[in-house]
Nanobody, 125 residues
Framework: QLQLVESGGGLVQSGGSLRLSCAFS????????IGWFRQAPGKEREGVSC????????RYADSVKGRFTVSKDNAKNTVYLQMNSLKPEATAVYYC??????????????????WGQGTQVTVSS
């Protein structure tokens, strides 16, 4: 059974950086697309970034392009989200999710089958 565990969240000042990790267990990353989503208080969950294991393609929400980078380490069965130049509006619970997918990943939460428990990111102004 696939389990996802996020870590790396915390409190950071505006302009700072954090690196989130999403550790797989029960399966390997092979042939999975992994998405990062976030949900701020009172708002709907939104897609942030995703990466496809099959072709290595990545996608980013417009709001994070150029500041966030998604990557994976198959040897460690872990996906990362490097977040730089963080802004207060990035404050949210961040989730990783996975689906078996061949080809490019998409940032639609309805397509993802497995979810982690989330990690809190708070950016102070």
């Amino acid at each position: 059974q696939l389990q996802l565990v996020e870590s790396g969240g915390g409190l950071v000042q505006s302009g700072g950086s954090l690196r989130l990790s999403c550790a797989f267990s029960g399966r390997t990353l092979d042939y999975y697309a992994i998405g990062w989503f976030r949900q701020a208080p009172g708002k709907e969950r939104e897609g942030v970034s995703c990466i496809s294991d099959s072709d290595g393609s990545t996608r980013y929400a417009d709001s994070v392009k150029g500041r966030f980078t998604v990557s994976k380490d198959n040897a460690k069965n872990t996906v990362y989200l490097q977040m730089n130049s963080l802004k207060p509006e990035a404050t949210a619970v961040y989730y990783c999710a996975a689906e078996v997918r061949w080809g490019v990943c998409i940032l639609s939460e309805d397509d993802y089958d497995s979810w982690g428990q989330g990690t809190q990111v708070t950016v102070s102004s």
